[in-house]
């Protein structure tokens, strides 16, 4: 290879899993990695509090807080009630910054160096439970070269750390169940976003605090829903999927299509903000089991080049990821069931257009833009979108998600998908399933 690249950008590798995601290889190789415990419904706080008084011995109640910036008040809160319960100190480490810069991380492990956290808790929504998925990996294995990751890997951690806990403050992104950790590989020129992808990632604990999900304003609410949609259908359409993945994503579906408008519409809806969170992560325990879709691979690649929240732009590239892969597996019949369309006696090209056609209805409800076009902050032309053409091809095809396709992805597909994206018509999207 004559550039440093990530293993999963390897050509022979992209050849090589896309007959691993067979249905031949389902069941090859499937661990289910979740937390120990979650703690759910409105004491969450309180017990997951009695958990660590129980078990952080003397001379081990030390706790690093990952916050955000904008959310530092959860993180005081959770500082004081730990301290008032159960004695415990902390440490509040709110340099979080959007899209996960290394260069944070490493400010986290100094931070670590020092305090000798035996716990680490993230408070916020992705980027701190990735930053500080990043800091125990940085600070536990300071050897670790990303590029050579390769999951599944066993690293050992945990030496230093005893627990990484996650609690959400968004409902979407599911990383407080997931084993993978998004980060801005600033090392690299230009920077690009990388997954570390390894088991021992894995929140021990998660903690789903409602309260902490019931202020994101209608735009948050319904970008971060979207996500976990896009989770939930995205990684469904897999082959590579496993009955545990499947019972997670179905369930997922069910509820955010029953309580996310709700939860754009009306924010203090507490019912529809728990329910939310919980979907949120059920996906997660089901996509971070599988893989994200190839929506995913299309929409960061376009979000890191427009800067369109992450949600919004997996949301726009959903359509296209099921009417691709549609061609190569019937995995689209019980989304659409889900969805209330009836499949008897109709064609299997005649389910996939009601089923988008039916999630597009959906995307109108939540106020979520159905298309490139639609979009209005910032507003992107078609010239600035084909401008930016051949880069966001060269990223989505060398991201991980490539890899996991049902359907085989090269670069002149990746282009046509992204063509279409820009309108988003049911039409055009039906000829990525001909095609
Ligand atoms: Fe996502």
């Known amino acids: 290879m004559s550039r440093d690249i990530a293993w999963y950008e390897d050509p022979n590798l992209k050849n090589l899993f896309i007959k691993a995601a067979s249905n031949a290889m389902r069941g090859w190789h499937c661990p289910f990695t979740t937390p120990k415990t979650t703690f759910t419904g409105t004491n969450s706080l309180v017990d997951f509090t009695n958990h660590l008084g129980a078990f952080l011995k003397e001379g081990e109640k030390r706790v690093l807080i990952v916050v955000d910036k904008d959310l530092r008040k959860y993180g005081e809160k959770v500082a004081d009630f730990i301290k008032t319960q159960k004695g415990i100190d902390s440490k509040l480490f709110n340099n979080v910054l959007p899209d996960v810069p290394k260069f944070t991380v490493l400010e986290g492990v100094e931070v670590c160096k020092e305090y000798n956290p035996k716990v680490i808790i993230a408070i916020g929504g992705g980027s701190a439970m990735d930053t500080a998925k990043m800091i125990l990996l940085y600070y536990e294995r300071p050897d670790i070269n ?72 209608p735009y948050l609410t319904m970008g971060t829903g979207m996500d976990a949609l896009a989770h939930a259908m995205g990684s469904y359409v897999l082959t590579m999927s496993t009955e545990l993945s499947d019972m997670c994503n179905l369930k997922a579906i069910e509820l955010i299509l029953k309580y996310l408008p709700r939860s754009v519409k009306r924010g203090k809806d507490m019912e529809a903000r728990e329910k939310m969170q919980l979907a949120a992560f059920i996906t997660g325990m089901g996509f971070g089991n599988v893989s994200g879709g190839i929506e995913h691979g299309l929409g960061h690649s376009f979000g890191a080049l427009f800067h369109i929240h992450h949600g919004v732009c997996v949301g726009l590239y959903l359509c296209a990821s099921i009417a691709y892969q549609s061609k190569v597996t019937d995995r689209f019949k019980p989304l659409a069931k889900l969805f209330g369309v009836k499949s008897e006696g109709k064609q299997r090209d005649e389910i996939v257009k009601e089923l988008l056609i039916k999630l597009q209805d959906f995307m109108k409800l939540v106020g979520c833009p159905l298309s490139i076009s639609e979009l209005d902050d910032p507003k992107i032309s078609l010239e600035d979108y084909n401008a930016k053409m051949d880069q966001m091809v060269d990223y989505a095809f060398n991201d991980y998600t490539t890899l996991s396709s049902t359907r085989k992805l090269d670069p002149p597909q990746v282009r046509k998908i992204y063509d279409i994206v820009y309108e988003n018509k049911i039409d055009d999207l039906m000829e990525l399933y001909y095609m």
């Open 146 to 217: 990303l590029n050579t990751m390769v999951a599944p890997s066993y690293l050992g951690l945990r030496q230093k750390v005893k627990w990484l806990v996650a609690m959400p403050t968004t409902s979407g992104t599911g990383a407080e169940t997931t084993f993978i950790a998004v980060v801005t590989d600033t090392d690299r020129e230009p920077p690009k976003k990388t997954e570390a992808v390894c088991y021992e990632l894995c929140p021990d604990f998660a903690v789903l605090v409602p309260e902490f999900v019931a202020s994101m304003p």
